[in-house]
């Protein structure tokens, strides 16, 4: 996974589905 910790920021407003996907990535 890439950074998912920073990411989780901005897909925190997002959608919890790509967080998901992000963090499984």
Sequence with gaps: ???YKRSQ???NHRAPIEY???MAA
């Design 1 to 3: 996974h890439y950074n």
């Design 9 to 11: 920021k901005r897909l």
């Design 20 to 22: 998901r996907i992000s």
